[in-house]
């Protein structure tokens, strides 16, 4: 005789069957999480990933950044533009990005072209209007007064490469600022990344946007003595924190106690 296919009914104590028993309804099937057994729950297992070595060197480096104090040289580079006026800046600076290769391989075929034509006292084009890349080319143009602004990337490494910039700029009276990521910059230069970009001139339907944002810079990069004077970095993390408070705690009701003895 052949079982009949089902869930098992458990009886209860009584012989009575069912929700009203003290028995259960159906058999318990407690789960087995070992080798061979049933799939592991879903945990989350952040901390016990092994990141890559660069991954832990980054983070390592931003701790160390910031439990030391920082020169306030150094310190400057943090204090980058806005979203906003960041989307502003890369707008405007996105009008004049060079030419890219495949650019230039047909101006020089065209131009050669009409050499080839007999089209030689053709007068030439005006010169284009393009951004200045390259730290030696723009402090060039800083020290001649040719740059009428410098953006400068707030993530160059080493940072000992850039420090003579922000106070060339302030010296020559060029107005300056500090963009998060050369990524950025590199992007307006077809590069992998650009440690800073310098404008010489524009156009005349971008001249009004391009003062007020030499306005705003100004006086937030150029004219703000507190910039240079600013130490970063100190900040200790929350365990010594909270040792430090509770320390400062216990001095301030020792010093209540004096003053009341007194």
């Known amino acids: 005789m052949k079982k009949a296919k089902g869930k098992k009914v458990v009886e209860s104590k009584g012989g009575a069957s069912g929700v009203g028993g ?55 580079f943090t204090q980058t533009v806005d979203k906003n006026e960041a989307a502003k800046l890369i707008k405007l600076l996105a009008k004049y990005s060079p030419e890219d290769k495949k650019e230039k391989a047909n101006r020089l075929k065209t131009e050669a072209e009409a050499m080839k034509g007999g089209k030689k006292g053709e007068p030439k084009t005006a010169k284009p209007v393009h951004l200045k890349f390259g730290l030696n080319h723009v402090t060039t143009l800083v020290e001649e007064g040719k740059a009428k602004l410098v953006v400068i990337a707030h993530d160059v490494d080493p940072i000992e490469i850039m420090v003579h910039l922000p106070a060339l700029c302030r010296a020559k009276d060029v107005p300056f600022c ?73 001095r301030q009701v020792e010093l209540a106690k004096k003053a009341n003895l007194d």
């Open 22 to 76: 003290s028995g259960s309804l159906f058999k318990k099937a407690p789960r087995n999480f070992r080798l061979g057994g049933n799939i592991q729950p879903k945990r989350d297992l952040t901390r016990f990933v092994k990141w890559p070595k660069y991954i832990r060197i980054q983070r390592q480096k931003r701790v160390l950044m910031q439990r030391l104090k920082v020169p306030p040289t150094i310190n400057q």
């Open 178 to 250: 500090f963009i998060r990521g050369k990524a950025a910059l590199g992007r307006l230069v077809h590069l992998k990344g650009a440690t800073c970009v310098a404008v010489t001139e524009v156009n005349k339907e971008d001249v009004v946007d391009f003062e007020n944002l030499r306005e705003t810079f100004k006086k937030r990069f150029n004219e703000d003595k507190s910039l240079r004077r600013t130490w970063g970095g100190g900040v200790m993390g929350i365990k010594n924190q909270h040792m430090m408070q509770a320390r400062e705690k216990i």
